[in-house]
């Protein structure tokens, strides 16, 4: 038995937004999580023809395995899934255009740096211990208030 619940229960997202499914480890300033391509799995709807998963999809599957980060560290201190952002990124890369059907993703992700809400994270995907995508992921987490800003259609008066 995991010592982790599934993916979503540290994000602030629901099926089918849901692009992970196993946590592995959660550390200080690390952790990584794994998905398997499958048509049986939480990435089924988004399946090419040939069963595999698009390699964009990779910035998602980073983006997720920092949300589970920040959500595991959230539910250490009794607080629900917070809603984060993504900045941008710098030399991400996926040396597959595909991740083919059948494979485990392992999704690792670093914290290089952080302060209140901003942080920086190296990243990478690996599929039996051989990276095939990596790069760096710049987050923001918001508050309640910038939500409720971000969020509120204002039209012109």
Request: some cysteine; hydrophobic content about 40%; proline content about 6%.
């Amino acid at each position: 038995m995991s010592r982790y619940h599934t993916a979503e229960y540290y994000l602030p997202h629901a099926s089918p937004m849901v692009l992970l499914e196993r946590v592995l480890e959660v550390g200080e300033e690390h952790a990584q999580c794994a998905v398997t391509v499958s048509p049986d799995g939480v990435l089924a709807p988004f399946l090419d023809a040939q069963g595999a998963l698009p390699g964009w999809y990779g910035i998602e599957l980073m983006a997720q395995a920092i949300g589970v980060w920040s959500g595991w560290h959230g539910r250490q201190h009794a607080q629900p899934p917070q809603l984060g952002m993504l900045l941008g990124g710098r030399a991400i890369y996926c040396e597959l255009p595909v991740f083919p059907a059948g494979s485990e993703l392992r999704v690792s992700v670093q914290q290089l740096l952080k302060d209140e809400k901003l942080a920086s994270f190296e990243c990478e995907i690996g599929i039996d211990n051989v990276r095939v995508a990596q790069g760096r992921l710049n987050t923001y987490q918001p508050d309640q208030q910038e939500i409720i800003q971000l969020t509120t259609l204002r039209g012109n008066a």
